[in-house]
């Protein structure tokens, strides 16, 4: 199966020339066409989980320039990255090595319950141990400035030696909101909501550019679990295409896929912030990252090439503002499964999900 690509130019167009700042409501103003294409937003991101998009402010060129530089730093000696390390902020900012993090599918038992009562050929791929991939953190736009939720108030890490690090990091992470922003908005139309009722939550979320980077010369075997199985905790997530494939989702029927992403489109993943505005109407998306027999064939065709051997995601979590309260909005607070959806400030929901992860394993785990 084959996920569909949505080109959003159609509705960016309309949106500039109608709204340009402006939250008046024009929804009505849309034409059948594009009402159908944000219906189409809603129902696949409500069937699979996940979308496909093509944003033309979001070029192959930028992902190719963050992956360059990603690929030039992951590739550096751990004691040059391990530089960047902050433990003490418990990850939050720089980077995170190798075997810190978690899988959920390995601390948390009810989950592994949940999984061998899968059919066999849906089941993911078990971790034995924790994740074997580098993360960098680098927070993206304002954060709002009185909140029961600060931040750890700690200056932003950047390598020596990377010049282009802050305006390469801040220029892809501003597209991706971007286009994060968009379907957030088409998916509020398609649900039949007010259009800005996600992006209205969204401003000054504490959102954050996350990039992997694994290394495909230590852990090239089939079967190998990059990140085990699991939901992000945010609100939506988006990724630009990997070089390398492997990522495996769960459809709401329960069926696994391989996810393709043709070159110049971004993936868009549903978290759990999503999951409970729409009281489970959008259920967060399940994933796995592995190696299959498509990473193996990229990887002998870089060898061919002479590129790196590095897996680099270029992942950015959105999440909702701290501030803001999670709840079923608009005619989702009448849904019969509301009552598993109360209301409860994003900051804290955060928090509590972590601290749930953490009491089941030892360590800090970040989505
Ligand atoms: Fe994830």
């Not at 084959?2 to 340009?20: G, I, M, N, T």
């Not at 259009?195 to 075997?221: I, K």
């Not at 999503?274 to 027999?293: F, I, K, P, R």
Request: glycine fraction near 6%; proline fraction near 6%; hydrophobic fraction near 35%.
């Amino acid at each position: 199966m084959e996920l569909p690509v949505l080109d959003l130019s159609p509705y960016l167009e309309f949106s500039a020339a109608k709204y340009s700042g402006s939250s008046a409501n024009v929804e009505n103003q849309l034409d059948a066409q594009l009402k159908d294409l944000c219906s189409e937003v809603s129902r696949i991101l409500r069937e699979t989980g996940a979308l496909l998009v093509k944003d033309p402010r979001c070029s192959t060129t930028d992902n190719d320039r963050f992956i360059d530089m990603m690929e030039k730093y992951f590739e550096k000696p751990d004691e040059f990255k391990l530089l960047q390390e902050r433990p003490h902020l418990h990850y939050q900012v720089g980077v995170t090595p190798e075997g810190v993090e978690d899988p959920r599918s390995l601390v948390d038992e009810d989950m592994q319950q949940k999984l061998k009562a899968m059919p066999k050929k849906h089941q993911p791929i078990t971790p034995v141990g924790p994740d074997p991939k580098w993360r960098f953190m680098w927070r993206v736009g304002s954060r709002p400035s009185n909140t029961r939720f600060k931040e750890l108030n700690s200056d932003p890490v950047m390598p020596e030696g990377f010049h282009e690090w802050k305006e390469t990091m801040d220029s892809w992470g501003y597209k991706m909101i971007s286009a994060i922003e968009a379907v957030a908005e088409m998916a509020a139309i398609g649900f039949e909501l007010p259009r800005d009722v996600f992006t209205s939550l969204m401003h000054q979320g504490p959102h954050l550019l996350a990039p992997t980077g694994s290394d495909l010369r230590c852990y090239g075997q089939e079967g190998n679990v990059f990140a085990g199985y699991h939901y992000d905790l945010n609100f939506l997530t988006i990724h630009g295409r990997s070089r390398f494939p492997g990522l495996n989702i769960w459809l709401r029927n329960g069926q696994k896929v391989e996810v393709k992403v043709p070159v110049g489109c971004l993936l868009i993943q549903t978290g759990k912030q999503l999951e409970w505005l729409t009281a489970g109407d959008c259920l967060a998306g399940m994933h796995e990252v592995v190696m299959s027999n498509r990473t193996i064939e990229a990887i002998i065709l870089a060898q061919h090439q002479n590129r790196s051997l590095w897996r680099v995601s270029s992942t950015l979590f959105a999440h909702i503002a701290s501030d803001a309260v999670l709840k079923p909005l608009g005619h989702f607070a009448d849904s019969p499964l509301s009552g598993k959806y109360s209301p409860i400030c994003a900051g804290e929901f955060v928090e509590k999900e972590l601290a749930v992860i953490n009491l089941k394993g030892k360590k800090q785990h970040i989505e």
